[in-house]
């Protein structure tokens, strides 16, 4: 029984020492954090001021691809994401019956103008023989030459619109003159590139009835998208609090979540003169351009874009938490005399992570960073 009884004191003892250790306010191990205050010497040195923002790459030209006629597409010759060169064929459009009947009719009209003109000039021809005759007047012979001249502007309106229903091509032209006017065949027309580039979107598909570029109203049908991926560019809204530090030619560093690590050089090519207000924010867009000869950034990809607006030299920069305010007033924590004493500083310019001081700090001092606990006094 009395060993029974020691047992169980001991457990109770044990069980209370447990209970203290447990509920006790401090342990051994203590793993609460600290808000030390940390302290940097003052010193003077160049530093840069950006603008910073994002935008959205674009390729720096993007051409819209049309037809000259409508038709039938009989063949695309290209993929979406292929490169072309300048001249290269893009599609085939066979010529739309309708259009074909309309360009019929204008050869048809232009070969009667050429027959009128040559008659008109075969006219003029045999008045000027007549008249070194004395056969007739010089009125007679005037007035045949007044009749080949309208003759020719007959013909030669004739030729200009016969060329504008077929979109300008001058190659389509030709094959159409040289074409026998009783041929039904229906003429095809192979669209090719203006430039090299890269085919960004294909918008038609064999068999589709499309629009010509020139001869309708609204523009016509969108074959494909074509983009030079060698220069693309950033447009960038900036703040009108900022945009005066922003000018043309100024450097600039572009960084991409799709591109980690990596930072790309880019120049600023143009800034809007009109800016743009939405939510009572006034900003100016501004267009940044980029080499990507290596094909590394593509369209729509998100861009942070820092633009070196100017660089200072030999001034005093802190940094931004290291500034207080106080009554409006700018204030600093400097070590003096073994303690703290708070100074009133005059700040001449902000960057996102530093303040360039003017006044009230000298080189050689030491400036506190106050912890996020400490509170001005």
């Given at each position: 029984?009395?060993?029974?009884?020691?047992v169980?004191?001991?457990?109770?003892?044990?069980l209370?020492?447990?209970?203290?250790?447990?509920?006790?306010?401090?342990?051994?191990n203590?793993?609460?954090?600290?808000?030390?205050?940390?302290?940097?010497?003052?010193?003077?040195?160049?530093?840069?001021?950006r603008?910073?923002?994002?935008?959205?790459?674009?390729?720096?030209l993007?051409?819209?691809?049309?037809s000259q006629i409508?038709?039938?597409?009989?063949?695309?010759?290209?993929t979406?994401?292929?490169?072309v060169?300048?001249?290269?064929?893009?599609?085939?459009?066979q010529?739309?019956p309708?259009?074909?009947?309309?360009?019929?009719q204008?050869r048809?009209?232009?070969?009667?103008e050429?027959?009128n003109?040559?008659?008109a000039?075969?006219?003029?021809?045999?008045?000027a023989?007549?008249?070194?005759?004395?056969?007739?007047?010089?009125?007679?012979?005037?007035?045949?030459?007044?009749?080949?001249?309208i003759?020719?502007?007959?013909r030669?309106?004739?030729?200009?619109?016969l060329?504008?229903?077929?979109?300008?091509?001058?190659?389509?032209?030709r094959?159409?003159?040289?074409?026998d006017?009783?041929?039904?065949r229906?003429?095809?027309?192979?669209?090719?590139s203006?430039?090299?580039?890269t085919i960004?979107q294909?918008m038609v598909n064999?068999?589709?009835?499309i629009?010509?570029?020139?001869?309708?109203?609204?523009?016509g049908?969108?074959?494909?998208?074509?983009?030079d991926?060698?220069r693309?560019?950033?447009?960038?809204k900036?703040?009108?609090?900022?945009?005066?530090?922003?000018?043309i030619?100024?450097?600039?560093?572009v960084?991409?979540?799709?591109?980690?690590?990596r930072?790309?050089?880019?120049?600023?090519?143009?800034?809007?003169?009109?800016?743009?207000?939405?939510?009572?924010i006034?900003?100016y867009q501004?267009?940044?351009?980029?080499?990507n000869?290596d094909r590394t950034?593509?369209?729509?990809?998100?861009?942070?874009?820092?633009?070196?607006?100017?660089?200072?030299?030999?001034v005093?920069?802190?940094?931004?938490?290291?500034?207080r305010t106080?009554?409006?007033?700018?204030?600093?924590?400097?070590?003096?005399?073994?303690g703290?004493?708070?100074?009133?500083?005059?700040v001449?310019?902000?960057?996102?992570s530093?303040?360039?001081?003017v006044?009230?700090?000298?080189?050689?001092e030491t400036?506190i960073?106050?912890?996020?606990?400490?509170k001005?006094?």
């Open positions: 029984m009395r060993q029974g009884a020691l169980i004191v001991l457990c109770l003892v044990a209370a020492g447990g209970a203290a250790l447990l509920f006790s306010p401090t342990t051994g203590d793993t609460q954090p600290r808000d030390n205050p940390r302290i940097i010497a003052v010193k003077r040195g160049p530093i840069q001021t603008v910073v923002e994002t935008g959205t790459l674009q390729p720096a993007t051409i819209a691809i049309k409508s038709g039938e597409i009989r063949q695309l010759r290209v979406e994401g292929q490169e060169t300048a001249s290269q064929p893009l599609a085939v459009i010529h739309e309708a259009q074909a009947r309309q360009v019929a204008m048809a009209a232009l070969e009667e050429w027959v003109t040559e008659q000039q075969l006219t003029f021809n045999r008045m023989t007549l008249l070194k005759q004395g056969f007739v007047s010089r009125q007679e012979l005037e007035a045949a030459e007044q009749d080949l001249e003759a020719k502007v007959r030669d309106l004739a030729k200009r619109q060329l504008l229903a077929l979109g300008g091509n001058e190659e389509l032209y094959r159409h003159l040289e074409q006017l009783s041929s039904n229906l003429e095809e027309f192979v669209v090719v203006p430039s090299a580039g960004l294909i064999p068999g589709e009835l629009r010509s570029g020139t001869g309708t109203f609204g523009g049908t969108e074959l494909m998208t074509l983009a991926l060698s693309m560019i950033v447009k960038a900036i703040n009108e609090v900022n945009i005066g530090r922003v000018e030619g100024q450097p600039v560093e960084r991409l979540d799709a591109v980690p690590g930072v790309f050089r880019a120049t600023v090519k143009a800034i809007s003169p009109r800016g743009e207000k939405v939510n009572n006034v900003t501004v267009t940044i351009e980029i080499e000869k950034l593509r369209p729509l990809m998100t861009a942070n874009v820092d633009i070196l607006t100017n660089v200072l030299e030999n005093i920069a802190i940094p931004l938490e290291a500034l106080e009554k409006g007033d700018d204030i600093v924590y400097v070590m003096a005399n073994g703290r004493l708070l100074r009133k500083v005059r001449g310019l902000r960057t996102a530093q303040a360039v001081i006044h009230g700090l000298q080189e050689g400036v960073i106050p912890s996020l606990s400490d001005p006094t």
